[in-house]
């Protein structure tokens, strides 16, 4: 079965850093894109950032992009979402996913772990 | 930026059939995939590219044509209320895209 923990989630203070690490087993690891999407307290999905199976290529939501880092150990089955210059806005659930082969869906999500910015 | 239109919510009676309507401009260029999410819990994929993900009940289907896409849920249950998202991925932005989510009511 697949499975995916994440881990380094807390509570920060606006322009802090933290560092989300997202633990895979039970698949083959690199050979699929892997994702993290966000969910604020009461509201919808938001996606933050796909990474490919091989780390070389990745995207960022215009929200992050130049503050978040999204990268991956193949050698360890480990993805990482290194998270700078935090602000309130940023407060959620985040959530690791695993996406389907040439899909851009996630058929595979973590419980998620809560970061909170307080200002 | 891409846009998908979802309503609020939806209600509807067990044993009925509740659909999901998710608008985006040309969505029907697209592949369009959709989440479930009970209260409490991590999204569940439901259908990708109107295809159902091994484990998902047959009464889960979805269609896409002219500028909407479609969620159907056939013969409701009580635990089939929970939110629905559609999603799609943009080339032109290379940004995967969310709806805001429609919440099913089993009346």
């Known amino acids: 079965d697949v499975q995916l923990l994440e881990s380094g989630g807390g509570l920060v203070q606006t322009g802090e850093s933290l560092r989300l690490s997202c633990a895979a087993s039970g698949f083959t690891f690199s050979t699929y894109a892997m994702s993290w999407v966000r969910q604020a307290p009461g509201k919808g999905l938001e996606w933050v950032s796909v990474i490919s199976g091989s780390g070389g290529s990745a995207y960022y939501a215009d929200s992050v992009k130049g503050r978040f880092i999204i990268s991956r150990d193949n050698s360890d089955n480990t993805l990482h979402l290194q998270m700078n210059s935090l602000s309130p806005e940023d407060t959620a659930i985040y959530y690791c996913?695993?996406?389907?082969?040439?899909?851009?869906?996630?058929?595979?999500w973590g419980q998620g772990t809560l970061v909170t910015v307080s200002s | 930026s891409y846009v998908l239109t979802q309503p609020p919510s939806v209600s509807v009676a067990p044993g009925q059939t509740a659909t999901i309507p998710c608008g985006g401009d040309?969505?029907?260029?697209?592949?369009v995939h959709w989440y479930q999410q009970r209260p409490g819990q991590a999204p569940v994929l439901v259908i990708y590219d109107n295809d159902r993900p091994s484990g998902i009940p047959e009464r889960f289907s979805g269609s896409n044509s002219g500028s909407t896409a479609t969620l159907t849920i056939s013969r409701v249950e009580a635990g089939d209320e929970a939110d629905y998202y559609c999603q799609v991925w943009d080339s032109g932005s290379n940004h995967r895209v969310f709806g805001a989510g429609t919440k099913v009511t089993v009346l």
């Open positions: 040309n969505i029907r260029s697209k592949r």
């Open positions: 996913a695993k996406d389907r082969v040439s899909s851009s869906s996630s058929d595979s």
